[in-house]
């Protein structure tokens, strides 16, 4: 499907509004994302997960570093704490733009 600007039809999120934390982790290593939409961390940075794409883009997941808030590869991420259990899937906005 064309997804336009969004990189998935659907996520998971703790909440409604997706403004709950998921989960917390450890960067395993170095990441600069491609562009802005991204969240760019060091190895061993604290990065807090708010919600988990699904679908054409499992491999990406949102959260802050931080005061930054972007995508990133979820297998850079060891999950040290989980906030919640609950998974609600709901269909995702236009994905974070570039200003």
């Not at 600007?5 to 996520?11: I, N, V």
């Not at 906030?83 to 994905?95: C, F, H, R």
Request: with cysteine; net charge negative.
């Amino acid at each position: 499907p064309d997804l336009g600007r969004r990189f998935a039809e659907r996520k998971r999120c703790a909440d409604l509004e997706c403004s709950m934390l998921m989960c917390r982790g450890k960067a395993v290593q170095d990441f600069k994302g491609p562009d802005c939409r991204f969240v760019n961390f060091k190895k061993g940075e604290a990065v807090y997960v708010y919600y988990k794409l699904i679908g054409e883009s499992t491999e990406l997941w949102a959260g802050s570093v931080g005061s930054d808030f972007g995508y990133f590869p979820k297998d850079l991420l060891e999950i040290n704490h989980n906030y919640s259990n609950e998974e609600l899937e709901l269909p995702t906005d236009v994905s974070l733009t570039c200003s």
